[in-house]
């Protein structure tokens, strides 16, 4: 796996892609830099699944860029060029909801937004009203949420091989803390986490080879959501209350469940691993 980060960049000028490649050292980055619209696009559909992350400078083609990716459902980390200021209200588009604007001022500071873009992109859900595919009119909802939770999962994986759980994964930002998101937020993340949870116990036992890929997502995401241990065995509880219920009214015997103690220690094992190796190691 390779341990630098993937990146293509739309840039409109040589003077700017000089200074990019400056600031992005090759020991960490590896950055193409287009000119061409049409040639990044293009370099984009051939390569989507082993780039890390896309820098967008303000160019009077970018909304029809953006157009482009949305259509055609492509869904990475983003981090917008601005040549205004970063907080900009005026312009009229959007690529999703974890990218990250940046003022051209302040071009020393892209190494920081692309850990923040990468950072707000791993631990978007894939519904919700405020998610990436919400925003993504003209693409299939159901493949635009595929795609977000498989480039998620190969992004994690390729940080967690060469950060070993460490950058963006202890600069876990407390505003998309479970407990810190507006209610109708955490309801959406709580129900999805609830029905990822089922699939896992439903699969526990099966030999698809599905179901350490589904705990490794669903902890990734209790994690990015600081949630606690006892939200999970909350979790586990309820759906376990639920298919006693189904169990009885079936007339069959509710001591299969107890089987299922070992989902819940494997989850709980995975999280607390994640954030024991989360904590920043003393040098």
Same mark, same amino acid.
């Given at each position: 796996?390779?341990?630098?980060?993937?990146?293509?960049?739309?840039?409109?000028?040589?003077?700017?892609?000089?200074?990019?490649?400056?600031?992005?050292?090759?020991?960490?980055?590896?950055?193409?830099?287009?000119?061409?619209?049409?040639?990044?696009?293009?370099?984009?559909?051939?390569?989507?699944?082993?780039?890390?992350?896309?820098?967008?400078?303000?160019?009077?083609q970018?909304?029809?860029?953006?157009?482009?990716?949305?259509?055609?459902?492509?869904?990475?980390?983003?981090?917008?060029?601005?040549?205004?200021l970063?907080?900009?209200?005026?312009?009229?588009?959007?690529?999703?909801?974890?990218?990250?604007?940046?003022?051209?001022?302040?071009?020393?500071?892209?190494?920081?937004?692309?850990?923040?873009?990468?950072?707000?992109?791993?631990?978007?859900?894939?519904t919700?009203?405020?998610?990436?595919?919400?925003?993504?009119?003209?693409?299939?909802?159901?493949?635009?949420?595929?795609?977000?939770?498989?480039?998620?999962?190969?992004?994690?994986e390729?940080?967690?091989?060469?950060?070993?759980?460490?950058?963006?994964?202890?600069?876990?930002?407390?505003?998309?803390?479970l407990? /810190?998101l507006?209610?109708?937020?955490?309801?959406?993340?709580?129900r #999805? +986490?609830?029905?990822?949870?089922? &699939? $896992?116990? @439903?699969?526990y036992?099966?030999?698809?080879?599905?179901?350490?890929?589904?705990?490794?997502?669903?902890?990734?995401?209790?994690?990015?959501?600081?949630?606690?241990?006892?939200?999970?065995?909350?979790? /586990?509880?309820?759906?376990?209350?639920?298919?006693?219920?189904?169990? #009885? +009214?079936?007339?069959?015997?509710? &001591? $299969?469940? @107890?089987?299922?103690?070992?989902?819940?220690?494997?989850?709980i094992?995975?999280?607390?691993?994640?954030?024991?190796?989360s904590?920043?190691?003393?040098?």
């Amino acid at each position: 796996m390779r341990h630098h980060l993937a990146i293509a960049a739309l840039i409109h000028s040589t003077a700017s892609k000089k200074s990019l490649l400056k600031i992005l050292e090759p020991d960490r980055y590896q950055v193409d830099c287009f000119e061409n619209p049409d040639q990044f696009l293009e370099s984009i559909g051939h390569q989507q699944n082993e780039l890390d992350c896309i820098i967008l400078q303000e160019l009077p083609q970018l909304e029809a860029v953006i157009k482009t990716l949305k259509d055609s459902g492509v869904v990475l980390p983003a981090v917008i060029w601005l040549s205004g200021l970063e907080n900009s209200s005026s312009k009229p588009w959007i690529y999703h909801a974890a990218e990250v604007s940046l003022s051209e001022r302040s071009n020393v500071a892209i190494r920081h937004a692309i850990d923040r873009a990468i950072g707000n992109f791993l631990y978007l859900a894939p519904t919700g009203p405020s998610s990436t595919t919400q925003n993504l009119q003209g693409a299939n909802p159901s493949s635009s949420a595929t795609n977000l939770l498989d480039q998620q999962y190969r992004l994690s994986e390729k940080l967690k091989a060469r950060l070993g759980y460490l950058g963006v994964y202890y600069k876990r930002e407390p505003k998309f803390f479970l407990r /810190h998101l507006p209610p109708e937020e955490q309801q959406v993340l709580t129900r #999805k +986490l609830r029905s990822e949870y089922r &699939e $896992i116990v @439903l699969a526990y036992f099966s030999e698809d080879g599905t179901v350490n890929a589904r705990i490794d997502r669903f902890v990734e995401q209790a994690f990015f959501a600081d949630m606690a241990v006892a939200q999970v065995v909350e979790i /586990h509880m309820e759906l376990m209350d639920a298919m006693a219920t189904q169990l #009885k +009214l079936e007339g069959r015997s509710e &001591e $299969i469940l @107890l089987d299922y103690r070992l989902t819940l220690i494997d989850i709980i094992a995975h999280l607390c691993e994640m954030y024991r190796r989360s904590i920043p190691r003393e040098e």
